[in-house]
């Protein structure tokens, strides 16, 4: 079973910057990686996602030019840096893992973390 535990949320003014991680259980180089987020009253959105070995990353057209996906295989982590964050950020963040896709938009992700706030004032 993967788990996944993100870290690294919390409450930032406008135009400030955080970086979250996730720490993974297992084996990170066999998933490609995405964050998700989730306002409240509002359905999960894509924000990011990294290939198995970070050729590849996506990003939403949102938070494009503003928020990094990176990962470190050794470390079996993955993070997101996140800077010029606005108002309109503000969400729990989830970590995804998805076995079988390319850190897609569209990837099944099969493994989820429990999320962490994260809380940008104007």
């Known amino acids: 079973q993967v788990q996944l535990v993100e870290s690294g949320g919390?409450?930032?003014?406008?135009g400030?910057?955080?970086?979250l991680s996730c720490a993974v259980s297992g084996r990170i180089s066999n998933y490609a990686m995405g964050w998700f987020r989730q306002p409240?009253?509002?359905?999960?959105?894509?924000?990011?996602g990294i290939s198995r070995r970070a050729g590849t990353t996506n990003y939403a057209d949102s938070v494009k030019g503003r928020f990094t996906i990176s990962r470190d295989n050794a470390k079996n982590t993955v993070y997101l840096e996140?800077?010029?964050l606005k108002p309109e950020d503000t969400a729990v963040y989830y970590c995804a893992a998805d076995l079988?896709?390319?850190g897609s938009s569209r990837g099944e992700y099969e493994y989820w973390g429990q999320g962490?706030?994260?809380t940008v004032s104007s």
């Open 10 to 14: 919390g409450l930032v003014q406008a």
């Open 16 to 19: 400030g910057s955080l970086r």
């Open 40 to 48: 409240l009253g509002k359905e999960r959105e894509f924000v990011a």
């Open 82 to 84: 996140m800077n010029n």
């Open 100 to 102: 079988f896709g390319s």
């Open 116 to 118: 962490t706030q994260v």
